[in-house]
Protein backbone atom coordinates (compact mmCIF):
# COMPACT_ATOMS: atom_id res chain seq x y z
CA UNK A 1 0.00 0.00 0.00
CA UNK A 2 1.30 3.33 -1.17
CA UNK A 3 0.71 6.13 1.14
CA UNK A 4 2.48 8.57 0.08
CA UNK A 5 0.78 12.18 -1.68
CA UNK A 6 1.99 13.61 -4.38
CA UNK A 7 2.65 17.74 -3.77
CA UNK A 8 0.10 18.38 -7.00
CA UNK A 9 -2.63 16.26 -5.19
CA UNK A 10 -2.12 17.63 -1.97
CA UNK A 11 -2.17 21.29 -3.25
CA UNK A 12 -5.49 20.19 -5.03
CA UNK A 13 -6.93 18.83 -1.58
CA UNK A 14 -6.01 22.64 0.25
CA UNK A 15 -7.36 24.27 -2.07
CA UNK A 16 -10.82 25.74 -0.81
CA UNK A 17 -13.55 27.63 -2.40
CA UNK A 18 -13.98 31.24 -1.60
CA UNK A 19 -17.33 31.46 0.77
CA UNK A 20 -20.47 32.83 -0.88
CA UNK A 21 -23.80 33.70 1.03
CA UNK A 22 -27.41 33.56 -0.59
CA UNK A 23 -28.84 37.24 0.36
CA UNK A 24 -32.49 36.21 -1.39
CA UNK A 25 -33.67 33.80 -3.04
CA UNK A 26 -37.26 32.33 -4.49
CA UNK A 27 -38.52 30.13 -7.14
CA UNK A 28 -36.99 32.15 -9.90
CA UNK A 29 -34.31 34.19 -8.94
CA UNK A 30 -30.99 33.96 -6.40
CA UNK A 31 -28.73 36.54 -5.20
CA UNK A 32 -25.42 35.99 -3.57
CA UNK A 33 -22.99 38.32 -1.99
CA UNK A 34 -19.42 38.06 -4.19
CA UNK A 35 -16.29 37.84 -2.52
CA UNK A 36 -13.56 39.91 -4.33
CA UNK A 37 -11.12 38.05 -6.11
CA UNK A 38 -14.02 35.80 -7.76
CA UNK A 39 -14.77 35.16 -11.35
CA UNK A 40 -18.67 35.53 -12.35
CA UNK A 41 -17.89 32.64 -14.43
CA UNK A 42 -15.35 30.86 -17.02
CA UNK A 43 -13.49 32.62 -19.58
CA UNK A 44 -10.55 31.80 -21.71
CA UNK A 45 -8.97 34.59 -19.97
CA UNK A 46 -8.91 32.48 -16.67
CA UNK A 47 -8.56 28.70 -17.72
CA UNK A 48 -6.20 28.33 -14.59
CA UNK A 49 -9.00 29.33 -12.18
CA UNK A 50 -10.73 26.51 -10.33
CA UNK A 51 -14.16 28.71 -8.97
CA UNK A 52 -16.54 30.54 -9.77
CA UNK A 53 -19.65 32.64 -8.83
CA UNK A 54 -21.86 30.96 -10.97
CA UNK A 55 -20.80 26.98 -10.31
CA UNK A 56 -20.50 28.28 -6.46
CA UNK A 57 -24.18 29.40 -6.74
CA UNK A 58 -25.82 26.13 -9.01
CA UNK A 59 -24.17 23.78 -6.49
CA UNK A 60 -25.31 26.16 -3.17
CA UNK A 61 -28.88 26.11 -4.50
CA UNK A 62 -29.11 23.05 -6.18
CA UNK A 63 -29.68 24.26 -9.67
CA UNK A 64 -28.59 25.91 -12.62
CA UNK A 65 -28.41 29.76 -12.52
CA UNK A 66 -28.19 32.10 -15.01
CA UNK A 67 -26.11 34.78 -15.39
CA UNK A 68 -27.77 38.58 -15.84
CA UNK A 69 -25.37 40.81 -15.39
CA UNK A 70 -21.52 40.65 -13.64
CA UNK A 71 -19.39 42.41 -11.55
CA UNK A 72 -15.34 42.78 -12.03
CA UNK A 73 -13.56 40.49 -10.45
CA UNK A 74 -11.86 42.27 -7.70
CA UNK A 75 -15.17 44.11 -7.02
CA UNK A 76 -17.77 42.02 -4.28
CA UNK A 77 -21.20 42.54 -3.47
CA UNK A 78 -24.72 41.91 -4.73
CA UNK A 79 -25.06 39.55 -7.64
CA UNK A 80 -28.22 38.43 -9.78
CA UNK A 81 -28.49 35.11 -10.97
CA UNK A 82 -31.82 33.70 -12.79
CA UNK A 83 -33.42 29.83 -12.56
CA UNK A 84 -34.60 29.57 -15.54
CA UNK A 85 -34.00 31.20 -19.66
CA UNK A 86 -37.23 32.99 -19.33
CA UNK A 87 -36.74 34.63 -15.61
CA UNK A 88 -33.04 35.36 -17.45
CA UNK A 89 -34.47 37.25 -20.41
CA UNK A 90 -36.77 39.28 -18.51
CA UNK A 91 -33.66 40.52 -15.96
CA UNK A 92 -31.70 40.90 -19.45
CA UNK A 93 -34.03 43.21 -20.99
CA UNK A 94 -34.37 45.72 -17.31
CA UNK A 95 -31.06 45.89 -17.32
CA UNK A 96 -30.52 46.82 -21.22
CA UNK A 97 -33.60 49.08 -20.33
CA UNK A 98 -31.78 50.31 -16.85
CA UNK A 99 -34.58 49.84 -14.80
CA UNK A 100 -32.39 48.47 -12.52
CA UNK A 101 -31.09 50.27 -9.49
CA UNK A 102 -27.47 49.76 -8.85
CA UNK A 103 -25.49 51.06 -5.76
CA UNK A 104 -22.09 50.87 -5.06
CA UNK A 105 -19.68 52.14 -2.17
CA UNK A 106 -16.13 53.25 -3.34
CA UNK A 107 -13.46 54.74 -1.26
CA UNK A 108 -11.29 56.83 -3.56
CA UNK A 109 -8.32 59.58 -3.31
CA UNK A 110 -9.11 62.78 -1.93
CA UNK A 111 -12.32 64.73 -0.05
CA UNK A 112 -15.27 65.22 -2.00
CA UNK A 113 -17.53 67.29 -1.17
CA UNK A 114 -20.45 67.70 -3.93
CA UNK A 115 -22.94 65.63 -5.59
CA UNK A 116 -23.34 65.64 -9.28
CA UNK A 117 -24.00 63.50 -12.48
CA UNK A 118 -20.97 62.61 -14.57
CA UNK A 119 -21.74 62.37 -18.08
CA UNK A 120 -18.94 61.44 -19.62
CA UNK A 121 -18.51 59.09 -22.94
CA UNK A 122 -16.11 56.32 -23.10
CA UNK A 123 -14.56 54.79 -25.40
CA UNK A 124 -14.91 50.74 -25.04
CA UNK A 125 -11.90 49.11 -23.53
CA UNK A 126 -10.92 46.23 -25.75
CA UNK A 127 -9.36 42.70 -24.65
CA UNK A 128 -6.37 41.79 -27.19
CA UNK A 129 -7.09 38.36 -27.56
CA UNK A 130 -11.15 38.08 -27.27
CA UNK A 131 -11.90 41.82 -29.07
CA UNK A 132 -9.50 41.29 -31.78
CA UNK A 133 -11.88 41.74 -34.50
CA UNK A 134 -13.68 44.99 -33.39
CA UNK A 135 -13.03 48.30 -34.58
CA UNK A 136 -10.65 50.03 -32.01
CA UNK A 137 -12.07 53.31 -33.40
CA UNK A 138 -15.13 52.73 -32.42
CA UNK A 139 -16.86 55.85 -30.87
CA UNK A 140 -17.05 56.97 -27.61
CA UNK A 141 -20.57 55.32 -25.69
CA UNK A 142 -22.62 57.21 -23.77
CA UNK A 143 -21.65 56.98 -19.76
CA UNK A 144 -23.34 58.48 -17.06
CA UNK A 145 -22.82 58.15 -13.31
CA UNK A 146 -24.47 59.61 -10.31
CA UNK A 147 -22.32 60.30 -7.07
CA UNK A 148 -22.65 61.11 -3.70
CA UNK A 149 -19.81 61.97 -1.21
CA UNK A 150 -20.62 60.17 2.53
CA UNK A 151 -17.34 60.92 4.48
CA UNK A 152 -14.46 62.23 4.57
CA UNK A 153 -10.69 61.93 6.09
CA UNK A 154 -7.43 63.30 6.65
CA UNK A 155 -4.82 60.94 8.13
CA UNK A 156 -1.31 62.35 9.78
CA UNK A 157 0.33 60.16 6.91
CA UNK A 158 2.35 60.71 4.06
CA UNK A 159 1.48 59.16 0.67
CA UNK A 160 3.58 61.52 -1.68
CA UNK A 161 4.34 65.19 -1.63
CA UNK A 162 2.38 65.94 1.58
CA UNK A 163 2.58 65.54 5.20
CA UNK A 164 -1.04 64.25 5.13
CA UNK A 165 -3.53 62.19 3.44
CA UNK A 166 -6.89 62.58 2.34
CA UNK A 167 -9.59 59.79 1.19
CA UNK A 168 -13.35 59.88 1.15
CA UNK A 169 -16.36 57.44 1.13
CA UNK A 170 -18.19 57.75 -2.19
CA UNK A 171 -21.83 56.50 -3.09
CA UNK A 172 -22.05 55.25 -6.89
CA UNK A 173 -24.90 54.94 -8.69
CA UNK A 174 -24.51 53.63 -12.37
CA UNK A 175 -27.02 54.88 -14.75
CA UNK A 176 -25.31 53.18 -17.74
CA UNK A 177 -22.94 49.84 -17.61
CA UNK A 178 -19.54 50.61 -19.39
CA UNK A 179 -16.64 48.11 -18.85
CA UNK A 180 -15.24 49.41 -15.62
CA UNK A 181 -17.28 52.84 -15.65
CA UNK A 182 -16.73 53.43 -11.80
CA UNK A 183 -13.00 52.79 -11.93
CA UNK A 184 -12.81 55.10 -14.96
CA UNK A 185 -15.23 57.70 -14.02
CA UNK A 186 -13.84 58.21 -10.83
CA UNK A 187 -10.45 58.48 -12.43
CA UNK A 188 -11.66 61.31 -14.69
CA UNK A 189 -13.07 63.57 -11.92
CA UNK A 190 -9.35 62.96 -10.38
CA UNK A 191 -10.71 60.60 -6.95
CA UNK A 192 -9.44 57.29 -8.63
CA UNK A 193 -10.76 54.48 -6.45
CA UNK A 194 -8.17 52.93 -4.30
CA UNK A 195 -6.84 49.80 -5.10
CA UNK A 196 -7.65 50.35 -8.84
CA UNK A 197 -4.38 48.82 -10.42
CA UNK A 198 -5.57 49.81 -13.94
CA UNK A 199 -6.64 53.22 -13.63
CA UNK A 200 -5.95 54.33 -10.13
CA UNK A 201 -3.26 55.96 -8.49
CA UNK A 202 0.23 53.21 -7.81
CA UNK A 203 1.57 55.86 -5.25
CA UNK A 204 -1.73 55.68 -3.26
CA UNK A 205 -2.86 52.16 -3.89
CA UNK A 206 0.93 51.23 -2.34
CA UNK A 207 0.32 53.30 0.91
CA UNK A 208 -3.23 51.72 1.09
CA UNK A 209 -2.08 48.33 1.32
CA UNK A 210 0.85 48.71 3.07
CA UNK A 211 -0.97 51.31 5.78
CA UNK A 212 -4.17 49.15 6.24
CA UNK A 213 -2.14 45.72 5.33
CA UNK A 214 -5.21 45.00 3.01
CA UNK A 215 -4.75 44.00 -0.65
CA UNK A 216 -8.18 44.61 -2.67
CA UNK A 217 -10.00 46.89 -4.73
CA UNK A 218 -12.01 48.87 -2.68
CA UNK A 219 -15.49 48.88 -4.69
CA UNK A 220 -18.54 47.00 -3.28
CA UNK A 221 -22.10 46.74 -5.06
CA UNK A 222 -23.75 47.53 -2.06
CA UNK A 223 -27.72 47.22 -2.82
CA UNK A 224 -29.35 45.85 -6.24
CA UNK A 225 -33.36 46.90 -6.90
CA UNK A 226 -34.77 45.31 -9.53
CA UNK A 227 -38.48 44.01 -10.66
CA UNK A 228 -39.38 40.32 -10.37
CA UNK A 229 -38.99 38.41 -13.27
CA UNK A 230 -42.80 36.41 -12.28
CA UNK A 231 -44.26 38.40 -10.04
CA UNK A 232 -43.25 42.33 -11.24
CA UNK A 233 -43.21 42.93 -7.42
CA UNK A 234 -39.83 45.37 -6.75
CA UNK A 235 -36.99 43.62 -5.09
CA UNK A 236 -34.52 45.26 -3.23
CA UNK A 237 -31.14 43.55 -1.64
CA UNK A 238 -28.50 45.14 0.20
CA UNK A 239 -25.43 43.47 1.53
CA UNK A 240 -23.65 43.70 4.43
CA UNK A 241 -20.17 45.56 3.95
CA UNK A 242 -16.92 43.05 4.63
CA UNK A 243 -14.94 43.18 7.83
CA UNK A 244 -12.39 44.78 6.22
CA UNK A 245 -13.95 47.98 5.10
CA UNK A 246 -14.70 48.54 8.82
CA UNK A 247 -11.14 48.16 9.96
CA UNK A 248 -10.40 50.91 7.06
CA UNK A 249 -13.35 52.63 8.33
CA UNK A 250 -11.82 52.77 12.20
CA UNK A 251 -8.14 53.59 11.02
CA UNK A 252 -9.93 56.54 8.84
CA UNK A 253 -11.46 58.08 12.25
CA UNK A 254 -14.72 57.31 10.70
CA UNK A 255 -16.84 56.00 13.79
CA UNK A 256 -20.11 54.49 13.80
CA UNK A 257 -21.66 57.22 14.63
CA UNK A 258 -20.43 59.10 11.78
CA UNK A 259 -21.77 56.32 9.53
CA UNK A 260 -24.75 56.71 10.95
CA UNK A 261 -25.06 60.28 10.56
CA UNK A 262 -23.68 60.31 6.81
CA UNK A 263 -26.45 60.65 4.05
CA UNK A 264 -28.51 57.81 3.26
CA UNK A 265 -27.05 56.26 0.43
CA UNK A 266 -30.02 54.08 0.15
CA UNK A 267 -32.57 56.73 -0.11
CA UNK A 268 -33.47 57.81 -3.79
CA UNK A 269 -32.07 60.85 -4.47
CA UNK A 270 -33.53 64.17 -6.48
CA UNK A 271 -30.55 63.21 -9.04
CA UNK A 272 -31.61 62.01 -11.76
CA UNK A 273 -30.86 61.56 -15.28
Known sequence: MNDQISVEDDDIE????????????????????KPAGLLVHRSYLA?????????????LVGCHVFPV????????????????????????????????????LALVRGNMHEAAILDYPLKEEFDALGDKDV????AAQEAVTAYWPLLNSEIPYSSGRYPTSRFGLVHLMPHTGRKHQLRRHLAHLRHPILGDTTHGDGKQNRFF????????????????VFSHPVT??????????????????????WSEQDLQGSPDFLVASDLSC
Request: glycine fraction near 4%.
Open 14 to 33: LEIAPEIKVLYEDDDVVVIH
Open 47 to 59: RKERFFAMQLTRD
Open 69 to 104: HRLDRPTSGVLLFAKSSESAKNLCQQFAEHTIEKHY
Open 135 to 138: DPNK
Open 209 to 224: REHFNCNRLWLIAKKL
Open 232 to 253: GERISVETELESEWLTVFAGLG
